[in-house]
């Protein structure tokens, strides 16, 4: 099996095949336009044209002004500096909570006693990460960003027409990496507090401990299989107060049900325009020459470099760090030495409190 994080190709049933059928769509032309790229057939979203659906008559946000973020200790590495400042220097009256792994365990140990032994007990850090998100945005509700993600723009404008909204996967890691037509992200969520899908999360993620990779036990392929079973289960067409999507979401979350209970997943214009251009088995499965249709959509598209035109519209841009990709490979000595190595020459970085002075590090 490969170590690298993101190429799991025999593992790609996350989606099951009467799913698939579900998200195949009729045949389309996407034009992009800046230059001459090429035509890519059967496009994964409608082109966005205009911004995030908001409703600014609510007086108070579905999603709470609060950022989360993480990271093993209190020093942001030097890599992530810029992302880590752009956030309240766009939203500067939001609120900010940087969580380690100590206040993390502090959390779930108080909130949620149950999960401890999981957590305790993840090969890799990005487990304990992942597993935060999860519990803080149900506590607390508000924006969870991966440090290495940078936002572009005021996010108020996003937090009143839907109380919960997790981008996903661009469409070339989905469709080439993993034969999926959309895959959800975890890096860039959003929901009120006490929202009924992370409930779902916080309840499951144990069941997936058996998983071969943290994307697997935790991360994205835990998500989106639970967010296309929270879909079917939660789903009452009859309900008249129903909305669908009709926006210009993916068009394999196209008829979606919307409420406040709902999951929104919206165009990759808005969170996750940008690749990961410096991932190599983007370019090495497309020189395979795959006959499968969902990989030859995903290779078209990327040929075409469609992310490299500049996105109008865009909130948040993600950096692709990888700053754990390989740890659950390494053997125990190496997991040793790091932690050691980590505790004498922790303090690389800048700390916090010299990127967000008002920081909070403890829940409310």
Request: glycine share 4%; charged share 20%.
């Amino acid at each position: 099996m490969r170590s690298f994080a993101y190429v799991y190709p025999q593992h790609s049933s996350i989606i099951s095949e009467s799913q698939r059928t579900e998200l195949t769509q009729p045949d389309e032309t996407f034009e992009i336009e800046g230059g001459v790229v090429m035509e890519v057939q059967e496009p994964f979203e409608p082109k966005v044209d205009t911004d995030f659906p908001t409703d600014l008559n609510l007086h108070k946000p579905l999603i709470p002004h609060i950022f989360h973020q993480t990271h093993k200790s209190e020093y942001i590495p030097l890599v992530n500096v810029k992302n880590v400042r752009s956030l309240l220097h766009h939203n500067p009256s939001w609120q900010y909570y940087f969580w380690t792994d100590e206040t993390a365990r502090e959390l779930i140990k108080q909130k949620h006693p149950y999960l401890l032994v999981l957590y305790d007990n993840f090969i890799n850090p990005v487990e304990r990460s992942d597993l935060l998100r999860y519990v803080v945005l149900y506590e607390m509700g508000g924006v969870y960003l991966d440090t290495d993600v940078e936002v572009r723009r005021p996010l108020d404008r996003v937090t009143y027409k839907y109380a919960c909204i997790i981008a996903h996967e661009p469409f070339e890691h989905a469709s080439v990496l993993y034969r999926l037509e959309f895959m959800v992200t975890n890096a860039i969520m959003m929901c009120g507090a006490g929202h009924p899908f992370l409930a779902r999360l916080l309840k499951n993620v144990a069941g997936y401990s058996a998983g071969q990779g943290a994307i697997e036990r935790t991360g994205p392929w835990f998500v989106t299989p639970e967010y296309l079973k929270y879909v079917q289960e939660t789903a009452d067409k009859t309900d008249p107060e129903a909305l669908l999507f009709k926006h210009n979401e993916p068009f394999a979350v196209r008829g979606h049900y919307v409420s406040n209970n709902s999951v929104y997943i919206p165009n990759s214009a808005y969170f996750t325009h940008m690749i990961d251009y410096k991932q190599p088995y983007l370019e090495e499965n497309c020189k395979k020459n795959s006959t499968e249709h969902i990989v030859q959509r995903g290779c078209a598209l990327l040929r075409s470099q469609a992310w490299k035109l500049p996105s109008r519209y865009e909130f948040t841009r993600h950096h692709w760090v990888h700053t754990w990709s390989h740890v659950e490979n390494w053997s125990a000595f190496k997991r040793w030495y790091s932690s050691f190595n980590d505790r004498l020459f922790g303090n690389r970085g800048i700390h916090i409190k010299q990127l967000i002075p008002t920081y909070k590090n403890v829940a409310r």
